[in-house]
């Protein structure tokens, strides 16, 4: 967009695009970052009655993009531990002799000299970065550094202390669970919205491990804090997401949200009766669409030999089922008979290995539950972010250069399009993690004495 970043404007760009298309009374979902002009812009699309599905799913908030300001809020809290680790590896690597003789300080304690990359604030997995890779060396950097002010007449005050690298520790901790979060959820190639609630789940366990910290307490109540602005209210579409999972469905999800609850003291009693009510209203909506479908089986997939562990749950699951057949039937007799069928049945403990294909299981099943399929296919392909269409727009960035600065847009669109159709070709267009940005905090390592040695700008 050229012009202000209005709701009406917003509104008025994205509807454009659904009207060239002819698919503006099939949109499912839209998933936005959230900003406050994308909120507004999303009532004026329920005004015109574009929502299907009876609007249960039409608006999603960016989970990474909440992850993103979880974090930082964090980092506030522990901005000066930080800054002290990255003032004392942006000296060592800022003078050719200096580091030199910290390369040999290294050898001496027997690690491999390396340089060390400083973090950009505004990106927080820069951050991660940086500290995970100086981890390793705390000891070295920290003698190298305090002797140096020593010898300069620093005060004590500005050396490294071993409580600055206890919160480095524990918070590479913190930000390894987010940041695997981040790559999980931005995935493009698997269904995003199933991995939402199992992602929050570990995010708040980590959270209330080192709520009482004494060093680190105050980051993590900040980053609670930001945390149960955003789920407190866990969104329908990622309760959905473990529902349609049958290793799970509603029984699971009532006690994950319940651990989760009782990790950071949020009661999700009257919620889960509200999701529970909300799916068979949704369902009654696809059995009306589609309840006249017949469809053929398909071919299940292979079955391989149980492990001892699962052929005992499968036992388990079997007298389960056994002792409640009675209240099965009975509410299979309801409405909505195919969903209550779905809740109720015992499904072979097989489908809980690390390899479930989840879109595959929902194929192969699709004539046992011909409407429950329809609703589960769209809930998967659902994104939760926009990572992946943001890093799409991102690669023009990559094109137009000061080298190509004379490109017409014509040219540009078709090395733009060549890439991402190269990319789809190799099942690469989930570059979520920046290959090339990891290995210039990483692939540091120098030999003594080399050209390597030259101080990096």
């Known amino acids: 967009m050229d012009f202000a970043h209005t709701a009406d404007n917003i509104f008025a760009v994205i509807l454009s695009v659904l009207e060239t298309y002819d698919i503006t009374h099939r949109i499912l979902s839209i998933t936005l970052d959230n900003a406050s002009a994308n909120t507004k812009s999303i009532a004026l699309f329920t005004e015109r009655n574009i929502p299907q599905a009876g609007g249960y799913f039409f608006h999603q908030r960016c989970a990474c993009h909440i992850i993103n300001l979880v974090v930082q809020s964090g980092l506030k809290k522990v901005s000066n531990r930080i800054e002290c680790i990255r003032d004392a590896i942006s000296w060592i690597g800022s003078s050719n002799p200096r580091f030199q003789e910290f390369g040999r300080h290294c050898t001496l304690n027997g690690l491999r000299p390396r340089r060390f990359q400083t973090d950009m604030p505004v990106r927080w997995n820069s951050t991660y970065l940086m500290l995970k890779n100086c981890l390793e060396y705390d000891t070295t950097i920290s003698g190298f550094y305090n002797m140096k002010l020593a010898e300069s007449g620093c005060p004590p005050a500005q050396s490294l202390t071993p409580d600055d690298w206890y919160v480095a520790k524990i918070f590479v901790e913190f930000l390894q669970v987010f940041y695997n979060a981040t790559v999980t959820l931005s995935g493009v190639y698997y269904p995003t919205s199933s991995q939402a609630i199992h992602q929050i789940v570990e995010m708040s366990d980590m959270l209330n491990t080192y709520r009482e910290d004494d060093l680190l307490g105050d980051a993590v109540v900040a980053m609670e804090t930001k945390f149960k602005k955003y789920w407190s209210e866990m969104p329908f579409l990622y309760a959905l997401g473990v529902i349609v999972d049958p290793r799970i469905k509603l029984a699971g999800l009532e006690y994950l949200l319940e651990f989760t609850g009782n990790k950071?003291?949020?009661?999700?009693?009257?919620?889960?009766?509200?999701?529970?009510?909300?799916?068979?209203?949704?369902?009654?909506?696809?059995?009306?669409?589609?309840?006249?479908?017949?469809?053929?089986?398909?071919?299940?997939?292979?079955?391989?030999?149980?492990?001892?562990?699962?052929?005992?749950?499968?036992?388990?699951?079997?007298?389960?089922?056994?002792?409640?057949?009675?209240?099965?039937?009975?509410?299979?007799?309801?409405?909505?008979?195919?969903?209550?069928?779905?809740?109720?049945?015992?499904?072979?403990?097989?489908?809980?290995?690390?390899?479930?294909?989840?879109?595959?299981?929902?194929?192969?099943?699709?004539?046992?539950?011909?409407?429950?399929?329809?609703?589960?296919?769209?809930?998967?392909?659902?994104?939760?972010?926009?990572?992946?269409?943001?890093?799409?727009?991102?690669?023009?960035?990559?094109?137009?250069?000061?080298?190509?600065?004379?490109?017409?847009?014509?040219?540009?669109?078709?090395?733009?399009?060549?890439?991402?159709?190269?990319?789809?070709?190799?099942?690469?267009?989930?570059?979520?993690?920046?290959?090339?940005?990891?290995?210039?905090?990483?692939?540091?390592?120098?030999?003594?004495?080399?050209?390597?040695?030259?101080?990096?700008?």
Not at 277 to 297: A, D, T
Not at 405 to 429: G, K, S, Y
Request: aromatic letters at 10%; a negative charge; glycine letters at 2%.
């Open 264 to 457: 950071l003291s949020i009661d999700y009693s009257e919620q889960i009766t509200d999701i529970r009510n909300k799916l068979f209203e949704v369902f009654s909506i696809y059995e009306r669409r589609f309840g006249g479908i017949h469809m053929e089986p398909s071919p299940e997939p292979d079955r391989q030999p149980l492990p001892t562990s699962w052929s005992i749950l499968k036992r388990r699951k079997k007298d389960k089922s056994a002792s409640s057949s009675s209240s099965t039937t009975r509410s299979a007799a309801s409405s909505g008979a195919e969903l209550n069928r779905f809740l109720e049945a015992q499904f072979d403990a097989d489908e809980n290995t690390e390899n479930f294909d989840l879109l595959l299981w929902w194929k192969t099943y699709s004539y046992r539950y011909p409407v429950l399929s329809h609703l589960a296919r769209d809930i998967l392909v659902i994104p939760v972010s926009t990572v992946s269409s943001e890093q799409a727009f991102s690669t023009s960035g990559r094109i137009i250069e000061p080298r190509r600065n004379c490109l017409t847009p014509e040219m540009v669109e078709v090395l733009i399009c060549i890439r991402d159709w190269e990319h789809a070709r190799n099942r690469m267009q989930n570059e979520t993690v920046d290959e090339q940005f990891i290995q210039n905090f990483s692939n540091l390592y120098v030999d003594e004495g080399s050209a390597s040695n030259q101080v990096q700008n």
